[in-house]
């Protein structure tokens, strides 16, 4: 993908196939001149049609809450469920938000909380500035960078107009714009002493994935934060984006101590446990949509073993 963005010239993207994806970028552009209140409507309106047109996704959202949340009643799960994806459709326009957002308007909205964490630790030499998969994810880098040079680790996107437009978007945002892949780039940043901002929680049933509890439940989990910290002789900072009722807290945690241990698995279970705490707090706002819970340690589907033995007070079909 990325040789294929990179033979692509800036008028060979005005072919005809790429119109709609220009079509819906000028869409989410124009969205980003309106009043907060106005985007944060619209967002809601998006989740309210996703949650009724996209059952997959919700019948994932809600198998991955009555696993994470087992103590909750059909009913509180189901409006936990339609809320998760009114705040999924915040979190998407909130990405266009941190593309072309007002920096005046997004300041004016914006909290933060434990800057001096984070500034302790840049004392020190590099960051790993550990995030997770909340619906505003996107935007806390763009906050953040207001205030910090950030090196962002990302994942190219598959449409080779929208990876050529947001690669622009990065040069012009972060001090740096690292492949996920690239390991040997973010240990480098690390070791020059840089803020690297990254997000360990999706599901990881790869190579160096260990099963570690997250919400209780055995999971496959990537365990790169603790051989970034060694490798690049770094400190780890949890930093969380949050939306409020007006506007977004960035969160920042103290660096964590002792970190990392002689023990790769409660290294990886604190940073879930850490992550956890987050979620349990703002529950709608984690991104239940992804099936971070897949692979059980006896192989199968979680889901579609779901699908197949539902729980007796009816489950999420």
Not at 21 to 40: A, E, F, N, R, Y
Not at 222 to 229: D, F, G, P
Request: proline share 6%; hydrophobic share 40%.
């Amino acid at each position: 993908m990325k040789l294929y963005v990179e033979r692509i010239s800036g008028k060979q993207f005005m072919h005809p196939r790429f119109w709609p994806t220009w079509l819906g970028l000028g869409c989410l552009w124009l969205i980003t001149k309106l009043p907060w209140k106005t985007q944060m409507w619209l967002g809601k309106l998006l989740g309210l049609v996703m949650f009724y047109s996209l059952p997959r996704r919700r019948f994932i959202s809600c198998v991955n809450l009555h696993l994470a949340f087992p103590a909750l009643s059909y009913s509180e799960r189901y409006q936990l469920n339609r809320n998760h994806f009114i705040s999924l459709g915040r979190g998407l326009l909130e990405t266009s938000l941190s593309w072309w957002g007002n920096q005046q308007m997004l300041a004016k909205h914006t909290r933060i909380e434990g800057i001096e964490h984070l500034h302790e630790a840049m004392q020190r030499g590099g960051v790993v500035l550990l995030s997770a998969h909340f619906t505003s994810l996107e935007l806390g880098g763009r906050l953040l960078a207001q205030h910090f040079p950030l090196h962002v680790i990302y994942r190219p996107h598959q449409n080779p107009v929208i990876e050529w437009r947001v690669a622009r978007l990065r040069a012009k945002r972060y001090g740096k714009a690292i492949s996920r892949d690239n390991i040997r780039e973010m240990v480098r940043s690390l070791k020059q002493g840089h803020v690297v901002w990254y997000a360990q929680d999706q599901h990881f049933h790869h190579k160096g994935s260990l099963f570690i509890p997250f919400f209780g439940v055995d999971t496959p989990t990537n365990t790169a934060t603790s051989r970034l910290s060694d490798l690049g002789n770094a400190s780890v900072v949890p930093f969380f984006t949050l939306r409020t009722h007006n506007g977004y807290l960035l969160n920042i945690l103290p660096a964590l101590e002792n970190f990392p241990s002689a023990s790769v698995e409660q290294d990886t279970l604190r940073i879930n446990h850490i992550i956890e705490k987050q979620a349990i707090d703002y529950p709608e706002q984690y991104l239940w949509t992804h099936r971070r819970f897949k692979d059980p340690p006896g192989g199968g589907d979680r889901y579609q073993l779901y699908r197949d033995n539902p729980p007796k007070e009816g489950g999420c079909l």
